[in-house]
């Protein structure tokens, strides 16, 4: 997104380290959250999400570096924080669960991402509750990637309450840290308040395992959290989501209006191509057809496989740890496979229209 199109409405918030703007797009009329952050240190978290979206935590459509500074383009969300929503009125045990669904989807996701990233500040005042209990999960400011080689956090950072014992520094915060907040917000909708003692509900049990003061006690990832509220389903392949993969390719998810007409525009030059193509010798028509439909069906699935639309890459079990070789290996031998697949499939397809026509 061209940041000189955005018109400055007003400043939201002010503080040392970041400055929070609302801005308007000249082109598309839009409003958008513009902010300013005068720490880049973990910019690559940034750009992680802007390449792998997720339907609970804002779109992202600029990330960037300018000088000491960076600058940040993130959706507008139109709505209210859980903690002023607590603070209305209660919430029933399905509100509960609805919210908890979206929230362990939207962590779940991030967990999942090469190198994982862990959000470090979960509570109710960073979640955004829209119309219908829907939920976005922002504030990513003290987010960390996960990291091997360390055995504790440098920084103590976090909110009083929310924040794991590790993130006080006695350990590396990992995903377990992050359970340990969702299992704060669980008991702060339940009890309205995170320091209530005596826990009155069926969700008792689910607080108390993820507020274990030891990180080895708590349920060791959100999938084991998932399960135990009930919300897991079987999955043959838990990193990688046909209806994610859709929802993301290049062109239809949620990109900036030229993003979009430039994919569009690209498949429709893979149409052109395709109809196009010419072989030699002439094969039959119905094999010339479908040799056509898997030259532009495999120009038109690059796109996909190079922003890693649903995660497909992992497919591969090949860890990347955040390198950009092992990325692009992992993303050609993806492409060669579906490649196969498609010619493979349509050779066959011609084989039969050929024998029964």
């Given amino acids: 997104m061209r940041l000189d199109l955005l018109e400055d409405i007003c400043t939201l918030s002010e503080t040392e380290e970041k400055t929070v703007q609302l801005v308007k797009n000249c082109l598309d009329q839009k409003f958008y959250i513009k902010k300013i952050m005068r720490d880049c240190a973990e910019l690559q978290i940034y750009r992680q999400l802007m390449q792998h979206p997720h339907p609970g935590i804002p779109m992202l459509y ?122 704060a917000v669980l008991k702060t909708m339940v009890q309205k308040d995170v320091t209530a003692k005596d826990i009155h509900s069926p969700f008792q049990h689910i607080i108390e395992t993820c507020m274990q003061l030891d990180p080895d006690k708590r349920y060791q990832s959100v999938g084991e959290l998932q399960k135990a509220l009930g919300y897991c389903e079987e999955k043959s392949l838990p990193h990688a989501s046909v209806s994610v993969l859709l929802s993301q390719l290049p062109g239809i998810r949620r990109d900036s209006a030229a993003k979009r007409l430039l994919f569009l525009a690209y498949y429709g030059l893979c149409i052109i191509l395709g109809a196009s193509m010419t072989v030699t010798p002439p094969p039959s028509p119905y094999s010339l057809i479908c040799q056509r439909i898997a030259f532009g069906l495999c120009l038109a699935i690059i796109p996909a496989i190079t922003v890693n639309a649903g995660n497909v890459r992992e497919l591969l079990p090949l860890q990347d740890h955040g390198r950009a070789s092992i990325r692009f290996f992992k993303g050609s031998i993806l492409w060669f496979l579906c490649a196969f697949i498609i010619i493979s499939l349509l050779v066959i397809l011609a084989a039969i229209l050929e024998s029964l026509l």
């Fill in 62 to 183: 600029e990330a960037t570096r300018r000088g000491e500074t960076c600058i940040l383009v993130e959706e507008f969300i139109n709505g209210t924080t859980l903690e002023y929503v607590l603070s209305e009125r209660s919430l029933d045990d399905a509100a509960i669960h609805h919210i908890m669904q979206q929230l362990l989807s939207a962590v779940e996701h991030l967990h999942s991402l090469q190198p994982p990233v862990i959000h470090r500040d979960i509570k109710p005042g960073n979640i955004m509750v829209l119309e219908h209990l829907e939920i976005r999960l922002i504030d990513f400011e003290i987010a960390r990637v996960f990291k091997q080689d360390k055995n504790r956090d440098t920084r103590v950072m976090g909110s009083a309450g929310y924040a794991s014992p590790e993130q006080y520094g006695f350990h590396q915060s990992d995903c377990r840290s992050d359970i340990y907040a969702i299992g």
